[in-house]
């Protein structure tokens, strides 16, 4: 079994910044790729950013220029900076990390999601 803890959200005013980290333990053999994915009130959860174990990046259009992902493998964790935060950022974001597993199994798993609330 593999575990994903987020944490760092909470409530910021417009043009504030936060950082959530998601930290990965268990049955770890590796992790390839990992992410951040969010919900908004009333939508579908979206891509947000993704990192690969060689630290090549990929955003949303939404958040370039105002979010950084970055990881550090040696802890298998990854972090989500948010700077310039808008209302429209406001949603449940949650880790995502592409696991093998000392079973030799490869899955997705998700962490159970931490709340972001930007007020305007």
């Known amino acids: 079994q593999v575990q994903l803890v987020e944490s760092g959200g909470g409530l910021v005013q417009a043009g504030g910044s936060l950082r959530l980290s998601c930290a990965a333990s268990?049955?770890?053999?590796?992790?390839?790729?990992m992410g951040w994915y969010r919900q908004g009130p009333g939508k579908q959860r979206e891509l947000v950013a993704t990192?690969?174990?060689?630290?090549?990046?990929n955003y949303a259009d939404s958040v370039k220029g105002r979010f950084t992902i970055s990881r550090d493998n040696a802890k298998n964790t990854v972090y989500l900076q948010m700077n310039s935060l808008k209302p429209e950022d406001t949603a449940v974001y949650y880790c995502?990390?592409?696991?093998?597993?000392?079973?030799?199994?490869?899955?997705?798993?998700w962490g159970q999601g931490t709340q972001v609330t930007v007020s305007s």
């Open positions: 990192i690969t174990k060689g630290l090549s990046t």
């Open positions: 995502n990390a592409y696991v093998r597993t000392t079973t030799l199994v490869s899955l997705h798993w």
């Open positions: 268990g049955s770890i053999l590796s992790i390839n790729d």
